[in-house]
């Protein structure tokens, strides 16, 4: 008996290949990230970085301050230099702080970025 098939429909199951294990691994409408209130978006350049904290200069010229460690500690941040274009997901913390999830290039361009959310 070829098991050939069998195989490959449970690596597809374990993968997340087939309808499904997509239905629940859709990626979120636009304007909301993962799901989830509490994350946020951000949209800026690099002004600096000091350790673990990022210095975000957003397009409202505003200076965000960003606890990156999470991010740095997941693996889950591009190289960071002054005014690199960069998405910042995560949570803002009572302090004003975002805690970076995820920090992602972006292009040059922010008139055409999407609003911060």
Same mark, same amino acid.
């Given at each position: 008996m070829n098991r050939a098939p069998a195989l490959l429909i449970a690596l597809a199951l374990a993968l997340g290949?087939? @309808?499904a294990a997509t239905a629940s691994t859709a990626p979120a409408p636009a304007g #909301? &990230? @993962?799901g989830s209130? #509490?994350?946020h978006e951000y949209y800026g350049t690099v002004r600096? &970085?000091?350790g673990t904290t990022l210095y975000l200069i957003l397009r409202t010229g505003r200076v965000l301050v960003v606890d990156? @460690?999470?991010a740095f500690a997941d693996n889950r941040s591009v190289? =960071? #230099?002054p005014t690199r274009p960069v998405i910042v997901r995560g949570t803002l913390g009572s302090n004003a702080v975002l805690h970076a999830i995820v920090i =992602?290039? @972006?292009h040059s361009m922010p008139e055409y970025w999407p609003a911060d959310s």
């Amino acid at each position: 008996m070829n098991r050939a098939p069998a195989l490959l429909i449970a690596l597809a199951l374990a993968l997340g290949i087939g @309808s499904a294990a997509t239905a629940s691994t859709a990626p979120a409408p636009a304007g #909301t &990230v @993962s799901g989830s209130p #509490t994350e946020h978006e951000y949209y800026g350049t690099v002004r600096n &970085v000091s350790g673990t904290t990022l210095y975000l200069i957003l397009r409202t010229g505003r200076v965000l301050v960003v606890d990156a @460690s999470k991010a740095f500690a997941d693996n889950r941040s591009v190289l =960071l #230099t002054p005014t690199r274009p960069v998405i910042v997901r995560g949570t803002l913390g009572s302090n004003a702080v975002l805690h970076a999830i995820v920090i =992602l290039r @972006s292009h040059s361009m922010p008139e055409y970025w999407p609003a911060d959310s």
